[in-house]
């Protein structure tokens, strides 16, 4: 997610934190069955999931942090780790979307440890994180969507990458100095990303370099672990600012399309999807949004929502101002649902939503009246869908937080880890172990899903 333009974000730093050409024929870049190794891979079927031969389904959720939980080094991380995959198996979510790359950057709301420390450096410890991760996952039975690096500053992201080729300074969206941070200035600092070849080569590096990763714990290579199901380009990946002009939107969706086959030529097993906010992240434009996601090498659509930081909701609370941002946002995901049925006629997931507890209170046991009946609108939606054979087919809430709290602990221990990015209040949209109200709503929506599939 991008976070809100506040002042001065409140971070908190944390220091803990040669294939066979027949397969790749197999998996021709469209129409991909996806049955993969014994029919566990997810895969797309006449625009629908399917896994096994059987529709796949989810309401599942965002843990960003899984890698820098899991980190050997930070005490009682790994069982922590294991407690929250648990109590999401409870409430049925098979699906989680995680931080799989991560950049170290000199910006005040980056996050200090990147798993990329400098070109082709990587940090093994985090790696190791990863790999319990996804080993983890797989003894539940539940499938991860990667996304291996970020357009925001807050994992590090593509500015780095360009800062490592090029020398330049980044321009901070979190500098003290300024009101409201660079932000312009930073999107198109980041957006220069997709014309260097150079820094597009140390992105394919670590790509080449996860992609045929053996995990650490049970042995699989990642390319042929049906524990992920798809690699994500990014997360958010846009043109440049709002007012981007055409060559960037050319240059925006030629790299969408050569990276995904770059990643498809590597690994003929797993979907790639681009990890965009959709229209909005597509400078506001349907024909911006449909011609990035034509190729076919881009396996499925991704739309984000969120109602607070564009502006639709002041304050999350029920009332009249709220009923009508739900609907603004039913539509708005209904808009990408027909362009996904109707024009690419690819799967549809709405990968990141939230919205704060009530009056963007942050502690975890303030009320979630808005936040429960916002996340029973979107569940439905994507039911409705599933139930109609539409093209909506999961969601992916954000965010889980589970156990974490904001100053149970010191920043490098396992507690400090909410959900929240640390360029952001901590509590701002985390699902906590203790919002049963929540999560009984989220075990409810996979409870309808599965009756669904069947």
């Known amino acids: 997610m991008k976070p809100e333009n506040i002042s001065r974000r409140q971070f908190i730093q944390t220091a803990a934190l040669a294939l066979p050409l027949v397969a790749a024929g197999c998996r021709a870049l469209s129409g991909r069955s996806g049955v993969g190794s014994a029919g566990k891979f997810v895969g797309v079927r006449n625009g629908l999931f399917e896994m096994d031969g059987h529709p796949y389904f989810y309401i599942g959720a965002n843990v960003w942090y899984g890698a820098y939980l899991s980190d050997p080094a930070l005490p009682g991380g790994r ?7 648990d ?17 170290t950057s000199p910006l005040a709301g980056a996050i200090p440890r990147g798993i990329t420390q400098a070109p082709r450096d990587w ?16 003894d539940r039975n539940m499938r991860g969507v990667l996304f291996v690096s970020n357009y925001w500053q807050w ?3 593509f500015a780095p990458y360009v800062r490592w080729t090029t020398g330049e300074v980044i321009p901070d969206p979190d500098s003290p100095v300024m009101a409201h941070g660079d932000w312009a200035g930073f999107m198109r600092f980041s957006a220069r990303f997709y014309n260097l070849p150079a820094a597009n080569e140390l992105y394919r590096a670590y790509l080449r370099h996860l992609l045929g990763r053996r995990n650490t714990v049970n042995g699989r290579i990642y390319r042929d672990d049906p524990a992920i199901m798809t690699w994500e380009l990014a997360n958010e990946p846009r043109p440049g600012t709002d007012d981007a002009d055409e060559p960037a939107v050319e240059s925006f969706c030629r790299w969408i399309d050569e990276t995904a086959r770059f990643i498809h ?4 097993n797993h979907l790639v999807c681009t990890g965009s906010e959709g229209i909005w992240g597509c400078l506001k434009r349907p024909d911006v949004f449909l011609r990035s996601h034509r190729s076919p090498a881009i396996d499925y659509v991704t739309v984000h929502m969120w109602l607070k930081n564009w502006g639709w909701l ?9 009923d009508v941002a739900a609907e603004r946002a039913r539509d708005h995901v209904e808009q990408h649902t027909v362009l996904a049925t109707e024009t690419l006629r690819k799967p549809l997931v709405l990968e990141e939503f939230g919205l704060p507890r009530d009056h963007e209170r942050y502690a975890p046991d303030s009320p979630t009246t808005a936040r429960d009946d916002y996340y029973r609108r979107m569940f439905g939606q994507v039911a409705e869908s599933c139930r109609a054979g539409r093209a909506l087919q999961g969601a992916n809430f954000w965010t889980w937080g589970g156990e974490g709290r904001a100053g149970a602990g010191q920043p490098d221990s396992a507690a400090a880890l909410t959900g929240d990015p640390f360029s952001e209040p901590q509590g701002l949209n985390s699902v906590f172990d203790c919002d049963r109200s929540t999560q009984a709503v989220v075990a409810d929506a996979n409870a309808k899903l599965a009756a669904i599939a069947g």
């Open 314 to 322: 002041t304050d999350p609370q029920l009332g009249p101002a709220y």
């Open 87 to 103: 109590r999401l198996q409870s409430l049925g979510v098979t699906n989680l979307r995680l931080l799989a790359g991560s950049e």
């Open 123 to 138: 940090d093994e410890a985090l790696l190791r994180g990863l790999d319990f991760c996804l080993a983890e996952m797989a």
């Open 155 to 157: 994992s590090g992201g």
């Open 79 to 85: 069982r922590r780790m294991r407690r929250e995959l």
């Open 265 to 268: 030529g590597q690994d003929p």
